[in-house]
């Protein structure tokens, strides 16, 4: 994963939680990060798909709850 | 605005676009019995706006596949009834019926007397029955976003099966951004005054160059693209949207223009104000406002040349100034999708709006006449006639609309919606007085508002339109006031003048009719009272 897709996603994902920016880093995930539950799963895959103009299906969008996951789903 | 978002489906990804509205997500899928039970959030004094935004294809249930009708549609529209007529002081916000394009009739569709689209048309038919019966009612178009952009762009199978999302966040975005429009219309915050520049804007090339024949405007070729933005120009100032130009360009050649160019469709009589000369547009722009009697922040000025726009909102900061299109064949989709609803947007139209620039150009002419006779002799030759109306219901949108936008000859500057108007008209302890104008060149319309409070023997708002400052009808308003507070049998009338920036014209006017100053605040505000026999 590139350093310029993680810092994008990162950014997105303190964007969408509220979070200040560089408080989300390339480790993060839903485990990790306070306020990433169920719901804001799907707002983050709402706006990811929006940013970076890619269609998630229905595995993406449940499976991919970490910055890494998210990172991966760029790559393909 | 404290919102309650109720809806079928899952819109919790909405709240994020409608900041800086404070709203909250009504119980999933309970948008019926939410209205429906008079002790559920939506009934409380929590929320001041109610926003019910369903989703067409889910509500219809079994009859979007043919079996059954579509009953919760029908059940929802007389919940949605009861609901804004119990509800007056709430505004209401609903999206018309949309549903989407894949229909199991296919190309039946259209003919057979069951099919989806039927049923599409007669719902929103119940409910624009129901926004024309109940004034806190605001019907938002939606169907408009899916025309723009199209499902393909605005709906998510995968997130619709996983979370019950229908939406994805283009469509979340510029829905919320259309709410916010539309609440802007209804509340008549809209801009009034759309200023144009001429070269490369209201036509194309230069007309001191190529002379009035020699300019680009057509009925075919490029020429259409601006003959188009004219007619869009001309269609929005049926609306109530006054014109001006402001133009480095000799006078001249705009009347050449005007007298022998046969495509344009704007006239010189579609101008409330015309200023082509060589002055800085800043100074043009604030004669125009002034000449107009409205202040610049009602004004958006539209200029090919990005030095002039930058000129201008450097000046006059107040003045919406957009970017103008890149290419010229967009500059009628431009003005119709970017500019109309963000800037004139409306929701009710009045009488008065349609007939706005007529009303302008009259008051020029009783000006120039004004000029030339002492002015007493001038206000008896206008043979001004004041007709007065005691709670006008089926004018309840204007009387909104002026409490809304008059800053001038406005003593309290009150703002109120339809349903603050609604409650004053239901109670017998307040009265609303209106006054319509006439005069020789014409009517103006209802030009004076008063609300009476009989309670408090109190007069809560006093406020009378500028076109008409100047002619000595105020002191007429004021007299059938205090006939009204008579007739109660109120002997002490208060009355406030609170101070705004804009309305120092009429901080003296209690004391010039009689009423004398019980106190007056810090802020400058000052209270009245006046013994009438």
Known sequence: MT?????????????????????????????????????????????????????????????????????ALLRN | MRTLLLSNINMQPLVAFLKPWETTCGEFNSILLDLSNPASPASSA????????NDSDSMMGGAFYGEGTPEQCELFLDVLNSFCSA?????????????????????????????LRTAEVKLNEG???????????????????FRRYGEDALLSESFWYLGRVRYTNR????????????????ANRSRKVLIVDLDNTLWGGIVGEAGPLGITLSEDGPGRCYRDFQRALKAVQRTGVLLAICSKNNAGDLEEVFDQNPMMVLGREDFACIRANWEPKPQNIL???DALNLGIESCL?????????????????????????QRIENLTAWFLHEIVPASFGRYRLTAEDQDKTRQYKMNAERQRLSRSLYLDAFLDSLQIECIFHVDPKERIDRIAQMTQKTNQFNLTTRRYQIPDIQRFLDSCDHAIVSMEYEDRFGSE?????????????????????CRVIGRNVENRILQRVCDLFRERNCRAITAEFIPTAKNQQVATFYDSHGFKVLSQEEDGRKIYEKIIE
């Open chain 1, 3 to 71: 350093t310029e897709n993680v810092s994008l996603v990162t950014a997105l994902v303190a964007g969408v939680l509220n979070l200040p920016k560089g408080s989300v880093d390339a480790s993060a995930s839903m485990e990790t990060v306070p306020g990433w539950d169920s719901i804001a799963q799907l707002n983050i895959c709402l706006e990811f798909q929006e940013r970076f103009g890619v269609v998630l299906d229905m595995e993406g969008i449940a499976g991919a709850t970490s910055v890494s996951k998210l990172c």
């Open chain 2, 46 to 53: 929590d929320y001041d706006c109610i926003l019910c935004l």
């Open chain 2, 87 to 115: 509800h007056a002081e709430k505004l209401v916000i609903a999206n018309t019926f949309c549903l989407s394009s894949g229909r199991w009739l296919s190309f039946a569709d259209l003919l057979h007397p069951l099919s």
């Open chain 2, 127 to 145: 409910l624009i029955a129901i926004a024309r019966a109940n004034p806190n009612l605001l019907l938002v178009n939606t169907e408009l976003l």
């Open chain 2, 171 to 186: 469509m979340f975005r510029s829905m919320a951004a259309l709410i916010h429009q539309a609440v802007d219309a209804y």
């Open chain 2, 287 to 289: 004669n125009i406002a």
């Open chain 2, 301 to 325: 000025f539209i200029d090919d040349n990005p030095m002039e726009r930058e000129l201008v909102r450097t000046a006059l900061p107040e003045v919406a100034v957009p970017e103008f299109p």
């Open chain 2, 445 to 465: 319309g209802m030009v004076g508002l008063a609300i009476l409070n009989y309670a408090e023997s109190r007069i809560d708002s006093f406020l009378m339109s």
